[in-house]
């Protein structure tokens, strides 16, 4: 539970700094799923685990034809 506690702090750090940082709960984040194109979903399964795509999030949803694929449902 250490690890998950400084795992929350690290977050909370980021999005203090202005970072574009949501912190969802599981049902929320599967709910924003659930509502996506099969284009965004295929984009997404592109990238490995914790990579930013190159250009950033708002230049990979326009890719998409979506204002951005990190905006929540």
């Known amino acids: 539970m250490d690890a998950v506690e400084q ?3 690290h977050i909370a750090r980021e999005k203090e700094k202005g970072g574009d940082v949501r ?3 599981f ?3 599967t709910d924003w799923l659930d509502v ?3 284009e965004v979903l ?3 399964r592109t990238l490995d685990v914790g ?5 950033g999030w708002k230049a990979f949803g326009k890719d998409t ?3 951005g ?3 929540a449902a």
């Open 51 to 55: 990579q930013e795509p190159a250009g």
């Open 27 to 29: 049902r929320q984040f």
């Open 65 to 67: 034809g979506k204002e």
């Open 7 to 9: 795992a929350f702090k």
């Open 69 to 71: 694929a990190g905006d």
């Open 23 to 25: 912190l969802v709960s």
């Open 36 to 38: 996506q194109k099969p």
């Open 42 to 44: 295929e984009r997404l």
